[in-house]
């Protein structure tokens, strides 16, 4: 059994990918009736889920092999991490549970990172990656993910509504589909306490990418001044990913599905 808490932008899918593998999923939203629910397999179960009480999803998540987290510290008016230690009290130990943070959790916003780098401790989602990492479930994976794509989701739509500085810097993207096939791969790994930045890949400048990104689209091109205060642009990378996905293959970041 798999459990999603939160079939939002990426849960959805998410839940879609395992329901195809002939998975029995459930996963909570605040609303049942969103129109992207209409979609899903009738493998996947839609709980509405408005208020974050643990007892609620205690016989789900009694019987839930892999557990996501794909809760946003904005979620249940800002009480995401009191919501998440709730949860996890319920869990049963020896299955797997999986949260989805970002990349940016790191104090450092120059120069080479990777999961070792030092952390903004006061960031809510490092609060919530220490309340997984002193549960007492024994599988559990923190995926750092970049800026997320795919959709109608990309940051051309706002950044060409300004006049942008750093346009040598780089990109730190991960596309949706990315995302779900790592995440599904994360559901079957044998790691017992696993820490990964998922970004792509590629370095491509802002101004290069996100003027190319708006001609594809037909919309506005982004406006870059010459300001470059970013003196050592930041590089995000992992020292987990190549050994845990020797052969994985990236979609191109001009992939927008």
Not at 31 to 56: H, I, Y
Not at 174 to 199: A, F, Y
Request: proline content about 5%; charged content about 25%; overall charge neutral.
């Amino acid at each position: 059994m798999i459990g999603i808490v939160g079939l939002g932008w990426l849960g959805t899918p998410l839940a879609n990918n395992w329901a195809l593998k002939g998975y029995k999923v459930w996963g909570t939203t605040r609303d049942a009736n969103r129109e992207r629910f209409q979609t899903l397999s009738d493998q996947v179960e839609v709980l509405e889920w408005p208020d974050g009480d643990p007892k609620v999803l205690e016989e789900k998540l009694s019987i839930t092999d892999v557990l996501y987290l794909t809760l946003p510290p904005s979620a249940f008016e800002g009480k995401s991490v009191s919501v998440v230690k709730n949860l996890l009290e319920k869990v049963q130990e020896n299955g797997m549970v999986v949260y989805t943070s970002s990349i940016g959790v790191y104090a450092s916003k120059e120069g080479e990172i990777n999961e070792n780098s030092p952390l903004n401790e006061d960031h809510k989602v490092v609060q919530t990656e220490r309340v997984l990492a002193a549960s007492k479930v024994k599988k559990k994976a923190i995926v750092r993910l970049g800026g997320l794509i795919g959709g109608n989701r990309h940051p051309v739509h706002f950044l060409n509504q300004k006049i942008n500085n750093n346009p040598d810097s780089w990109v730190q993207l991960i596309g949706r589909n990315d995302c779900v096939k790592v995440l599904s791969q994360l559901g079957n790994t044998e790691e017992n306490s696993l820490i990964m930045n998922l970004v792509h890949p590629d370095l491509i400048s802002r101004k290069e990418y996100y003027t190319k990104v708006a001609q594809h689209l037909q919309v506005k091109e982004p406006e870059f001044s010459d300001e470059q205060t970013d003196i050592n642009p930041r590089k995000v990378k992992s020292n987990n990913f190549a050994t845990l996905f020797p052969d994985y293959q990236f979609e191109s970041l001009y992939c927008f599905k």
